[in-house]
């Protein structure tokens, strides 16, 4: 068995589907830029309050800088390459809330 077959099993093992890894990608660009969408303001953000750990932080951040123009289907294999151990536990124990971060900076010309 490949690396990388035996990584698709692990995540499926635990329970990550493409959903967990697209909320992933766009949580890491939101993480990277909270005002994305809203241009010319700066938003400050507590992500520690919010229960990301620093180190977490860092790690996606770059993802999010990475894929920043990316719609948030990147292959999961890819993502998961992309994260560092202590990002994957954190990935892994938050999966099915990441949607919610979306919800804290919705964009202006939402209706």
């Not at 698709?8 to 939101?30: M, N, S």
């Not at 620093?54 to 993802?63: I, Y």
């Not at 289907?73 to 099915?96: G, M, Q, Y």
Request: charged share 30%.
């Amino acid at each position: 068995m490949s690396q990388m077959d035996k990584e698709l099993l692990e995540l499926q093992l635990l329970g990550i589907k493409p959903v967990h890894f697209a909320d992933l990608v766009r949580t890491a660009q939101l993480m990277y830029n909270p005002a994305s969408c809203m241009s010319g303001i700066d938003i400050e953000v507590d992500w520690e309050e919010l229960g990301v750990p620093n180190d977490v932080l860092e790690n996606l951040r770059v993802l999010g800088y990475e894929y920043r123009y990316a719609l948030p289907d990147v292959a999961p294999s890819i993502v998961w390459s992309k994260l560092k151990p202590e990002t994957r536990v954190w990935f892994v124990a938050n999966k099915d809330e990441l949607w919610k971060f979306e919800e804290y900076f919705p964009a202006l010309d939402e209706d």
